[in-house]
């Protein structure tokens, strides 16, 4: 039954990550973060070597729930999102690393 969660839980991720990316007309509460602020971190986490994350960005990651968001960095790379750079960001605004989002 777990299993059945977790992976309804990941498809509705994708759904919601998607209709971000594509600027969704409605936004999605996403682990207490509207899904269209979640864009501001884009260019952030993108590529081999991304600019450091604006002012806007660190501004979501530090209104998100960091704990949250983490637990759903195995799917980052579907959406061509690098992960080491998506789970670099606490730290790069400044914040303290959450436990989840350490790279094991």
């Not at 990941?10 to 409605?26: E, Y």
């Not at 660190?58 to 998100?64: F, G, L």
Request: proline letters at 9%.
């Amino acid at each position: 039954m777990a299993h059945t969660s977790g992976n309804v839980r990941v498809q509705w991720l994708l759904a919601t990550l998607l209709i971000a990316m594509l600027g969704g007309a409605k936004a999605i509460a996403l682990c207490d973060t509207e899904s269209s602020k979640l864009s501001a971190c884009y260019a952030a986490v993108t590529g081999q070597h991304p600019p450091k994350p604006s002012e806007k960005c660190c501004d979501v990651v530090k209104h998100s729930n960091l704990p949250c968001l983490c637990r759903y960095k195995s799917v980052l790379p579907a959406f061509g999102f690098n992960p080491t750079n998506a789970l670099a960001l606490p730290s790069k605004c400044g914040l303290k690393t959450p436990p989840e989002c350490r790279v094991v």
